[in-house]
T-cell receptor
Framework: SAVISQKPSRDICQRGTSLTIQCQVDSQVTMMFWYRQQPGQSLTLIATANQGSEATYESGFVIDKFPISRPNLTFSTLTVSNMSPEDSSIYLC???????????FGPGTRLTVL | DQQVKQNSPSLSVQEGRISILNCDYTNSMFDYFLWYKKYPAEGPTFLISISSIKDKNEDGRFTVFLNKSAKHLSLHIVPSQPGDSAVYFCAARVGGGYNKLIFGAGTRLAVHP
């Protein structure tokens, strides 16, 4: 498995502001991902965080809204920019462990936008 | 389009009995399936997985069955315990090296004494 921490664990923000979420892993991983879980819904992949290059975004998600950094193999950040109440969600990072290929998730960041 | 479906939003089972959680999918290109358990205020915890070339995988009280012709998988928990009460998510991996997971909507399992 993997030990994954996220900061902050929760936050309440005003609309129009931005929040940066950090994800730290206890060992080097090749692939890191960012997911969103909106209230009452399932998990949706936002993007794959690539080390040394731009993140790969899923349909419906754009870099201007969700900029991602991945400076090394143990750390990534997701920024939620120009927030609106519709961005209120749980944001989760995950990492891929090989053989067998399994994604492990962090504890999540619960974001409320007023 | 909902490629992974968990049609039962909730399931209630008596302690000691079997819990069966179901999942259907539409994309025949999925090559790997996983089950996660999620408690409130926590991230999903990996439970068990199965490759598309297998039809069964067992790990302790948890067994996953895959029926490729029906595009259906199920998670069996035997015997069920009150600590199993959580939301269970089925996830399917898009093949081809993308490692993208598509999740079902989840089933809330309640195991009562």
């Amino acid at each position: 498995s993997a030990v994954i921490s996220q900061k902050p664990s929760r936050d309440i923000c005003q609309r129009g502001t931005s929040l940066t979420i950090q994800c730290q892993v206890d060992s080097q991983v090749t692939m890191m991902f960012w997911y969103r879980q909106q209230p009452g819904q399932s998990l949706t992949l936002i993007a794959t965080a690539n080390q040394g290059s731009e993140a790969t975004y899923e349909s419906g998600f754009v870099i201007d809204k969700f900029p991602i950094s991945r400076p090394n193999l143990t750390f990534s950040t997701l920024t939620v920019s120009n927030m609106s109440p519709e961005d209120s969600s749980i944001y989760l990072c995950s990492v891929l462990r090989i053989a067998p290929d399994t994604q492990y998730f962090g504890p999540g960041t619960r974001l409320t936008v007023l | 389009d909902q490629q992974v479906k968990q049609n039962s939003p909730s399931l209630s089972v008596q302690e000691g009995r079997i819990s069966i959680l179901n999942c259907d999918y539409t994309n025949s290109m999925f090559d790997y399936f996983l089950w996660y358990k999620k408690y409130p205020a926590e991230g999903p915890t990996f439970l068990i997985s199965i490759s598309s070339i297998k039809d069964k995988n067992e790990d302790g009280r948890f067994t996953v069955f895959l029926n490729k012709s029906a595009k259906h998988l199920s998670l069996h928990i035997v015997p069920s315990q009150p600590g199993d009460s959580a939301v269970y998510f089925c996830a399917a991996r898009v093949g081809g090296g993308y490692n993208k997971l598509i999740f079902g909507a989840g089933t809330r399992l309640a195991v009562h004494p």
